[in-house]
């Protein structure tokens, strides 16, 4: 190799790092914390920079984007980088005769990582990506729902682990019980919010059997009836983890934690295997510091002072549903046979499911103003509880020209209708800043209830998303190419998806101008599945169930690429209970010293109990309290 190792291992005096992660988004996260904690040292490379104060926190956190929920609208934009563009044509047809126009009119606009391979009609156009510590979770909206279980032998959303069904529901159990902990999810915190109950009572009472409730949410109120609440991160992932102080911090079996280094602006580029191929294992992943390359051409060739190789004993790629398929496409062995997912991969790729079985989630949408008997009947204080009775009350004495009864800072609504086996889609009646739905200057905030209903599509192997090798994205990776196609199976169940929202939407209100009920670009639900799918065997996946990939001994996946499943609700509580596993697999690896590629009949085993004490024992040291106010049960 014409490249040296990272200054890390120098640095650090770690001449092999137990465990490499690429991706410091909630998932990588939670491999770092588990790993690091339970006394492992880990390097961890990100892409991004660290845009946020403390790492990975939450943008929204910030008092301007929790005074004017709208604003936090254009954040997201900025923060969102499209996928795959597909050429525009360089003609415009209205400028002015004297400008440019290129000398052959056919030809098309190359920069900015269009991609010329890129159809228009078997796009995700609205798939994109977000580069910096937190990764997408600096921004998300924090709903996490569990997956709709199977029912008898109809899977539904939930991947299934053990054919045995009482086996699966008790892993799964234990697992979404950790992941909730993890990041801190409650159905709470919008107990007080008028909104709220407004929206809830109407609904419970259209739909009495639907399980109407609040939408699961990880976050919590900063105090008890203040209007701010802390969203949470992956900041509330690594908890205490870049504490200086806590370095040394204990587990509960008196095991210091381990080194954690993570290094921003810096790009996995690729994995190495071994000088022997016999059984495929990583031995160095290949890194380039995008700071130092500022200063060299734009070569993609590997060179010294820019690049550099980064040794470990496990790999972890936890860098997001289209990077993660894309740093293993970019990866060869020895002989230059690429791990797969390339557009011309030979058939004998070492990982010939890469980037197949794609899905995405249609996604419908729309947005209401508050019907008049509803805004009316929460402007009547009279058999409403204390709480609701002194706001309204209090926020008319002090604006009586108000017209609406709502305070200001009131909290706004945040309601789902869960899935069901005759409904399977997921469901959010809210307020929130996404990339799009700005309520606008015409009407006042308060009354606009989003509607965002999220259906499944089923897994094909011809619905691929592929890694070119003539073109590379804007950071020097292979470009993504998607062939997508909304899947026959299920668009019975997206048009009635459809019919249910906008009967939800007449229980609540009228439809707001612009934003009546309409299907969204695919792709703008960001809950790409399937890129790096897990499976009970190898033909039709990527790696098993503890995300270790098929044929080698040390190389794991991590996020929402890796569920097989054709799934509604939003997937990273479910990506976080697959890491779970993972990193206790890891860990059992490194403990062991034994390193052993997966087999199919190779039973795998329940997550032990111990793994996930810290999630669930409060005087665990590790507990993650979230910096909640005292007076909250937790
Ligand atoms: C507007 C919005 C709303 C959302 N709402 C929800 C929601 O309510 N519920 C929900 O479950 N999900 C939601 N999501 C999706 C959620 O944020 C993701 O599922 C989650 O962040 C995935 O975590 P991850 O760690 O797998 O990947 P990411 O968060 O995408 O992080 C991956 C990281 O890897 C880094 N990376 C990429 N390539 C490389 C490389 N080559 N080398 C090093 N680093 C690399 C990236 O820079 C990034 O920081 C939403 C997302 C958005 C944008």
């Given at each position: 190799m014409s490249f040296d190792p990272h200054p890390i291992h120098e640095r650090e005096g770690i001449v092999e790092f137990d465990v490499f992660i690429a991706g410091s988004g909630p998932i990588g996260a939670l491999f770092a914390r588990q790993l690091v904690d339970a006394g492992h040292n880990v390097v961890l490379v990100e892409m991004?920079?660290?845009?946020?104060?403390?790492?990975?926190?939450?943008?929204?956190?910030?008092i301007e984007y929790q005074k004017d929920i709208d604003r936090f609208v254009r954040v997201i934009q900025g923060a969102l980088s499209t996928v795959s563009v597909p050429t525009s044509s360089t003609v415009i047809p209205e400028l002015d005769p004297a400008a440019w126009r290129a000398s052959k009119p056919e030809q098309s606009i190359l920069t900015n990582g269009r991609n010329p391979l890129q159809k228009t009609h078997n796009n995700l156009g609205a798939e994109a990506v977000t580069r910096t510590v937190g990764g997408m979770s600096t921004h998300w909206t924090c709903a996490t729902p569990e997956f709709l279980k199977r029912s008898g032998d109809t899977v539904y959303e939930r991947p299934i682990i053990f054919e045995d069904v009482a086996k699966d529901n008790k892993e799964w159990g234990v697992l979404y019980d950790a992941a909730r902990s993890i990041i801190g999810?409650?159905?709470?915190?919008?107990?007080?919010?008028i909104r709220h109950n407004v929206v809830l009572n109407a609904l419970r009472k259209h739909y009495p059997d639907r399980g109407v409730k609040p939408l699961p949410l990880a976050c919590h109120r900063v105090a008890e009836n203040s209007p701010y609440v802390m969203w949470h991160s992956a900041e509330n992932v690594f908890g205490?983890?870049?504490?200086k102080k806590q370095e040394k911090k204990k587990n509960a079996n008196g095991v210091q934690r381990g080194k954690f280094c993570m290094l921003v602006n810096t790009r996995c580029t690729r994995l190495h295997l071994q000088n022997d191929p016999a059984v495929p294992s990583i031995v160095t992943a290949e890194v380039r510091d995008l700071l130092a390359a500022r200063l060299a051409d734009e070569t993609h060739a590997p060179s010294p002072g820019k690049d550099y190789y980064i040794r470990a004993k496990t790999f972890v790629i936890a860098a997001g549903a289209v990077a993660t398929p894309q740093i293993l496409a970019n990866s060869n062995d020895l002989g230059g046979r690429p791990f797969g997912g390339r557009r011309d991969s030979p058939p004998s790729a070492l990982i010939p499911n890469l980037g197949r079985y794609i899905t995405e989630q249609p996604m419908a949408f729309c947005q209401i103003v508050l019907r008049q008997d509803l805004v009316d009947d929460a402007g009547n204080?009279?058999?409403?509880p204390e709480w609701w009775k002194k706001a309204v009350v209090e926020h008319r004495s002090k604006n009586p020209d108000d017209p609406l009864p709502f305070p200001f800072r009131d909290g706004e609504p945040q309601v789902t209708i869960p899935a069901s086996y005759e409904r399977p889609w997921h469901t959010q009646i809210h307020r929130d800043a996404f990339s799009y739905g700005e309520a606008g200057p015409r009407v006042d905030s308060r009354v606009v209830v989003d509607l965002r209903f999220f259906g499944r599509q089923d897994s094909e192997i011809n619905n691929k998303m592929i890694f070119e090798d003539k073109f590379t994205d804007a950071y020097g990776m292979p470009q993504p190419t998607f062939e997508y196609e909304p899947s026959v199976k299920f668009a019975d169940e997206a048009s009635r998806m459809m019919n249910d929202m906008t009967d939800v939407a007449n229980k609540l209100g009228g439809y707001l101008p612009g934003s009546n009920p309409q299907f969204m670009t695919p792709g703008l639900a960001l809950h790409l599945g399937g890129t790096t799918r897990l499976g009970l065997k190898a033909q039709d996946s990527v790696g098993n169930y503890n995300s270790q990939v098929w044929k080698f001994n040390n190389l794991y996946v991590g996020g929402n690429?890796?569920?097989?499943t054709a799934f509604a609700a939003n997937p990273t509580l479910t990506s976080m209970c697959l890491a779970i596993r993972a990193a206790h697999k890891i860990h059992m690896d490194l403990e062991n010293k034994s390193f052993k590629p997966p087999s199919e009949d190779t039973p795998l085993e329940h997550i032990p109990p111990e793994w996930v004490r810290w999630t669930n024992d409060p005087n665990h040291p590790h507990f993650p309290h979230h910096n909640r106010p005292p007076q909250k049960s937790i």
């Amino acid at each position: 190799m014409s490249f040296d190792p990272h200054p890390i291992h120098e640095r650090e005096g770690i001449v092999e790092f137990d465990v490499f992660i690429a991706g410091s988004g909630p998932i990588g996260a939670l491999f770092a914390r588990q790993l690091v904690d339970a006394g492992h040292n880990v390097v961890l490379v990100e892409m991004g920079d660290q845009s946020t104060a403390v790492p990975g926190s939450h943008k929204k956190n910030e008092i301007e984007y929790q005074k004017d929920i709208d604003r936090f609208v254009r954040v997201i934009q900025g923060a969102l980088s499209t996928v795959s563009v597909p050429t525009s044509s360089t003609v415009i047809p209205e400028l002015d005769p004297a400008a440019w126009r290129a000398s052959k009119p056919e030809q098309s606009i190359l920069t900015n990582g269009r991609n010329p391979l890129q159809k228009t009609h078997n796009n995700l156009g609205a798939e994109a990506v977000t580069r910096t510590v937190g990764g997408m979770s600096t921004h998300w909206t924090c709903a996490t729902p569990e997956f709709l279980k199977r029912s008898g032998d109809t899977v539904y959303e939930r991947p299934i682990i053990f054919e045995d069904v009482a086996k699966d529901n008790k892993e799964w159990g234990v697992l979404y019980d950790a992941a909730r902990s993890i990041i801190g999810t409650s159905e709470t915190e919008f107990d007080h919010s008028i909104r709220h109950n407004v929206v809830l009572n109407a609904l419970r009472k259209h739909y009495p059997d639907r399980g109407v409730k609040p939408l699961p949410l990880a976050c919590h109120r900063v105090a008890e009836n203040s209007p701010y609440v802390m969203w949470h991160s992956a900041e509330n992932v690594f908890g205490d983890m870049f504490d200086k102080k806590q370095e040394k911090k204990k587990n509960a079996n008196g095991v210091q934690r381990g080194k954690f280094c993570m290094l921003v602006n810096t790009r996995c580029t690729r994995l190495h295997l071994q000088n022997d191929p016999a059984v495929p294992s990583i031995v160095t992943a290949e890194v380039r510091d995008l700071l130092a390359a500022r200063l060299a051409d734009e070569t993609h060739a590997p060179s010294p002072g820019k690049d550099y190789y980064i040794r470990a004993k496990t790999f972890v790629i936890a860098a997001g549903a289209v990077a993660t398929p894309q740093i293993l496409a970019n990866s060869n062995d020895l002989g230059g046979r690429p791990f797969g997912g390339r557009r011309d991969s030979p058939p004998s790729a070492l990982i010939p499911n890469l980037g197949r079985y794609i899905t995405e989630q249609p996604m419908a949408f729309c947005q209401i103003v508050l019907r008049q008997d509803l805004v009316d009947d929460a402007g009547n204080v009279e058999g409403k509880p204390e709480w609701w009775k002194k706001a309204v009350v209090e926020h008319r004495s002090k604006n009586p020209d108000d017209p609406l009864p709502f305070p200001f800072r009131d909290g706004e609504p945040q309601v789902t209708i869960p899935a069901s086996y005759e409904r399977p889609w997921h469901t959010q009646i809210h307020r929130d800043a996404f990339s799009y739905g700005e309520a606008g200057p015409r009407v006042d905030s308060r009354v606009v209830v989003d509607l965002r209903f999220f259906g499944r599509q089923d897994s094909e192997i011809n619905n691929k998303m592929i890694f070119e090798d003539k073109f590379t994205d804007a950071y020097g990776m292979p470009q993504p190419t998607f062939e997508y196609e909304p899947s026959v199976k299920f668009a019975d169940e997206a048009s009635r998806m459809m019919n249910d929202m906008t009967d939800v939407a007449n229980k609540l209100g009228g439809y707001l101008p612009g934003s009546n009920p309409q299907f969204m670009t695919p792709g703008l639900a960001l809950h790409l599945g399937g890129t790096t799918r897990l499976g009970l065997k190898a033909q039709d996946s990527v790696g098993n169930y503890n995300s270790q990939v098929w044929k080698f001994n040390n190389l794991y996946v991590g996020g929402n690429g890796l569920i097989p499943t054709a799934f509604a609700a939003n997937p990273t509580l479910t990506s976080m209970c697959l890491a779970i596993r993972a990193a206790h697999k890891i860990h059992m690896d490194l403990e062991n010293k034994s390193f052993k590629p997966p087999s199919e009949d190779t039973p795998l085993e329940h997550i032990p109990p111990e793994w996930v004490r810290w999630t669930n024992d409060p005087n665990h040291p590790h507990f993650p309290h979230h910096n909640r106010p005292p007076q909250k049960s937790i």
